[in-house]
C-alpha cells in the first residue's frame, strides 16, 4: 500500500494542526497505521498507532494527552490530531501502516510502508 502524509506546517506553541495519511486506492480496514517523527540528528520514534478494524490506539507518552490519532468510515484516511504543540514537537512526520497487529507496534522496523512525511515546526 502506497501512504501519503500531509497536513504539517508551522505554527505556534500551543497552536494545533492535523496531519493526514491517505492510502492510495485501497483501504486501510486490514492495517494498522502509526505515525513516527524524527527531528534533525536523531532517531526516528514513535508517536501514535491505531489497530485495524477495532481502532485500538496506542501513543507515545511523550504525545499522550494531546494528540490523537483516529481513522475514517471509510478506512482509507487515518488522521493524527496534535493540540498544545510544542517546540520539541518539531520534526518530519511520517505515517506508516502494516497487516494486521505486531506487539512492537513502537518499533519503526515492523513497518514496511511509509509515506514520504511532512514537515511540523512549532516555534516559541
Known amino acids: 500500500v502506497q501512504l501519503q502524509a500531509y497536513g504539517g506546517g508551522l505554527v505556534q506553541a500551543g497552536g494545533s494542526l492535523r496531519l493526514s495519511c491517505a492510502a492510495s486506492?485501497?483501504?486501510?480496514?486490514?492495517?494498522?497505521v502509526a505515525w513516527f517523527r524524527q527531528a534533525p540528528g536523531k532517531e526516528r520514534e514513535f508517536v501514535a498507532a491505531?489497530?485495524?478494524?477495532?481502532?485500538?490506539?496506542r501513543y507515545a507518552d511523550s504525545v499522550k494527552g494531546r494528540f490523537t490519532i483516529s481513522r475514517d468510515n471509510a478506512w482509507k484516511t487515518a488522521y493524527l490530531q496534535m493540540n498544545s504543540l510544542k517546540p520539541e514537537d518539531t520534526a518530519v512526520y511520517y505515517c506508516?501502516?502494516?497487516?494486521?497487529?505486531?506487539?512492537?507496534?513502537?518499533?519503526?522496523?515492523?513497518?514496511?510502508?511509509w509515506g514520504q512525511g511532512t514537515q511540523v515546526t512549532v516555534s516559541s
Open positions: 506508516t501502516a502494516r497487516l494486521g497487529w505486531n506487539v512492537q507496534y513502537y518499533n519503526p522496523g515492523h513497518y514496511k510502508n
Open positions: 491505531v489497530r485495524e478494524r477495532t481502532s485500538s490506539t
Open positions: 486506492g485501497r483501504s486501510l480496514g486490514e492495517y494498522s
